[in-house]
């Protein structure tokens, strides 16, 4: 099964670059500055471990919480809070594939309060705790 997985995931990349090379203006993502500067300042928070604030982002694009909220739905698919989360879940996944740190660590690298909530945010999105995925790649 994961040689057939990684033979698709190639032949998908393959597809992808052949369409690219076919219609260039096709591939370009076309976020507003508003959902782009958010998206930015959501990696730089995931990145340090920091909190991130939606009223603050919205703040600065000098909108509404509500239609900041709408904007970077339709852009993305995702609401901020829930983008953000997503990406300190993959975080997460990355610095779990060390077997250095212990879960506790990662969580506090992450920013969140404890551990145990941690657990539940990433079994939420993966479908497994972190013990769990550390276990499933061997770490």
Request: glycine content about 4%.
């Amino acid at each position: 099964p994961l040689y057939l997985r990684c033979c698709l995931q190639k032949a998908i990349a393959l597809m992808a670059r052949n369409w690219i090379e076919q219609y260039p203006t096709s591939a370009t993502l076309s976020f507003r500055d508003e959902v782009w500067s958010a998206m930015e300042t959501i990696e730089r928070a995931v990145n340090s471990g920091a909190a991130y604030s939606v009223a603050a982002s919205a703040r600065s694009a000098s909108i509404s919480v509500d239609h900041f909220s709408a904007l970077f739905r339709t852009s993305t698919g995702y609401g901020p809070t829930d983008y953000y989360q997503r990406r300190r879940v993959h975080r997460a996944c990355q610095l779990l594939l060390n077997p250095g740190p212990s879960i506790t660590a990662v969580a506090a690298d992450l920013g969140f309060s404890d551990a145990p909530h941690f657990c539940r945010v990433f079994k939420r999105y993966k479908g497994m705790t972190p013990t769990d995925y550390r276990a499933v790649y061997n770490v």
